[in-house]
């Protein structure tokens, strides 16, 4: 970020850490390419919820696929972005599954709507993922601010090891990018 602005890596540092405490940054999340997983479609859901029932959101998912984002919006408006395997949606029955979910999650959370969109795969067919990239992977979904050498101590590698990896799962679109 910092080569990027043109400023210290420091100075990029304290800029972030102050957009974090004054809660213009909440979240951080890790793109990835879940097409390279067997997941065909992506199932965007926009939920109403009350104050006391955050904790329903997990269930939401649950069967159908990884939580891939969950960004609260405002107010209690929340978006998930859910990576789903062989399931046959489609413009005719988005309206159906919108019905079952509101049913499935009661009163106290109201279905605003639903999206699904097919996942096509960019990553070029001679790229061939290998077990570190999925420990990588791991990582960087449960903390996308993992330092490369946190990374490297977390799975027994040099962080050469974790810097050529990540910028081959970068270069090969099989992490598409770093989002807040």
Known sequence: IGKTLGISTNTARTRINNLILNKAIEQFITIV????????????????VSKNRHNVIDKV??????????VEIFDGVHVLGIAVKDMHINNNNIDSLREKLSKALGKSISVLDV??????????EKFHLRRIDLEIIECLLSDPRMTFLNIARTLGCSQKTIIRRIEKLISSRVIMGFSL
């Not at 999206?115 to 070029?124: H, I």
């Open 33 to 48: 390419n879940f097409s390279l997983f067997g997941y065909s479609g992506v199932l965007t859901i926009l939920l109403k």
């Open 61 to 70: 998912a649950k069967g159908w696929g990884p939580i891939y984002m969950h």
């Open 115 to 124: 999206f699904f969109g097919k996942n096509t795969s960019l990553v070029s």
